[in-house]
């Protein structure tokens, strides 16, 4: 319950904060739609993916995007506009 929260809350300071800026902000299915295209596999066919909204060191929040597809893990991190902000990837165990 109380993740449920966090996350909630996180979510929020997201969009206010972009909405304070004048931005939209994404979603969180539009941000794993961004990794999985990036990485050149379908949303449906990754696997154990976890989305969860983080903040940076000066409190601008991002998608961190963890998942599984074709033998490798990948982790994204992706502003609330969009933008790739890193990419790591590593072969599966």
């Known amino acids: ?10 979510a929020l300071i997201l969009v206010f904060s972009l909405a304070a800026c ?3 902000a994404i979603s969180a299915q539009k941000a794993q739609q961004i990794a999985a295209k ?3 596999v379908k ?8 989305t969860h909204v983080e903040t940076d060191a000066d409190g601008v929040p991002y998608y961190n995007i963890h998942f599984s597809a074709d033998g490798e893990n990948y982790n994204y991190m992706i502003s609330a506009s969009g933008e790739i902000l890193s990419v790591s990837n590593e072969a599966g165990h």
């Open 22 to 24: 004048g931005g939209k």
């Open 1 to 10: 319950m109380t993740k449920r929260i966090m996350a909630l809350a996180l």
């Open 38 to 40: 990036d990485a050149g």
């Open 43 to 50: 949303v449906a066919d990754a696997e154990n993916i976890h």
